[in-house]
Nanobody, 128 residues
Framework: QVQLVESGGGLVQAGGSLSVSCAASGHIFSIAAVGWFRQAPGKEREFVASIKWGTIKGTSETSYSDSVQGRFTISTNYVKDTAYLQMNSLKPEDTAVYYC?????????????????WGQGTQVTVSS
């Protein structure tokens, strides 16, 4: 079992930046990748970004949705067992509850069904 706890998020004006973190505990050795998803009111949960667990900066295997590509950066610190999502140039449409998730499989990282462990979610609100 892997437990995930998110932190960060909050309220920011459009064009601003926020960072959210995801601390992992438990059977960390079993994690293949960590993903970030978001869910806005009345909408389905959508993929934001994913990263192979334990990736060393500069050698990352990452993936982003088209809507955040170039604005968001996913990273990990495997010493701290933490994943991060740095969000820049935020837009009102980025407003959502952001969830981190962990998977033990090595494919399908953009699909929520591939993930077996989820955090509680953290609210990100971007005002116009």
């Amino acid at each position: 079992q892997v437990q995930l706890v998110e932190s960060g998020g909050g309220l920011v004006q459009a064009g601003g930046s926020l960072s959210v973190s995801c601390a992992a505990s438990g059977h960390i050795f079993s994690i293949a990748a960590v993903g970030w998803f978001r869910q806005a009111p009345g909408k389905e949960r959508e993929f934001v970004a994913s990263i192979k667990w334990g990736t060393i900066k500069g050698t990352s295997e990452t993936s982003y949705s088209d809507s955040v590509q170039g604005r968001f950066t996913i990273s990990t610190n495997y010493v701290k067992d933490t994943a991060y999502l740095q969000m820049n140039s935020l837009k009102p449409e980025d407003t959502a509850v952001y969830y981190c998730a962990a998977t033990t499989t090595y494919s399908g990282w953009s699909f929520a069904d591939s993930y077996t462990s989820w955090g509680q979610g953290t609210q990100v609100t971007v005002s116009s």
